[in-house]
């Protein structure tokens, strides 16, 4: 199972947008990106650039992005603009747990970083359910490989996603 985490064609952040919007998640590992021009974006790049520089920033594990890390805790941080998609953040972090472990490396929490909210929420190892991660990634892979994006889902949240022209155009 450590392989399939490795051989994964998405990136932990990717696999994120499974939670948000399916069609995201398609258009985005099909190549197609919009968000170097979102606010919202620039908002979360900033929020990091706000972390310890004693810490280990920005940590590339394979096709994952650790926005930093504390080894002598055993910890790995996230930070995010807001806990408006918190599912997708757990599921994120839960990842990037399950791949330390699966390398022999002793991190067993994580610690999501809200801007907006000055909140955080911590995850253990001992909490993460592997096969549902494993779920999550074969149902994302699949999703990719589709001819075409899935449609709208009712409801999206559309209005402040970097896609929304492109989608309602």
Not at 64 to 89: M, P
Not at 105 to 125: G, M, R, S
Not at 138 to 149: D, I, K, M, R, S
Request: with cysteine; hydrophobic share 40%; glycine share 2%.
């Amino acid at each position: 199972m450590f392989e399939f985490l490795l051989l994964s064609k998405i990136p932990p952040s990717q696999l994120g947008y499974y939670f948000i919007c399916k069609r995201k998640l398609w258009l985005v590992a099909n190549g197609i990106e919009q968000e170097q021009h979102s606010s919202i974006v620039q908002l979360a790049k900033l929020a990091e650039a706000t972390v310890n520089l004693r810490k280990t920033k920005n940590l590339k594990l394979f096709n994952a992005v650790i926005d930093w890390v504390e080894l002598r805790n055993n910890t790995i941080h996230e930070y995010k603009a807001s806990d408006k998609y918190s599912e997708a953040s757990r599921f994120q972090c839960n990842y990037y747990l399950l791949l330390f472990n699966r390398m022999g490396c002793p991190v067993d929490t994580a610690v999501i970083h809200y801007k907006a909210t000055n909140k955080t929420e911590t995850l253990l190892l001992a909490n993460v359910v592997e096969s549902e991660i494993f779920k999550i990634i074969e149902a994302a892979e699949q999703l990719v490989l589709q001819e075409t994006p899935p449609g709208i889902p009712k409801g999206a949240p559309c209005k402040h996603c970097a896609f929304f022209d492109f989608c309602y155009s």
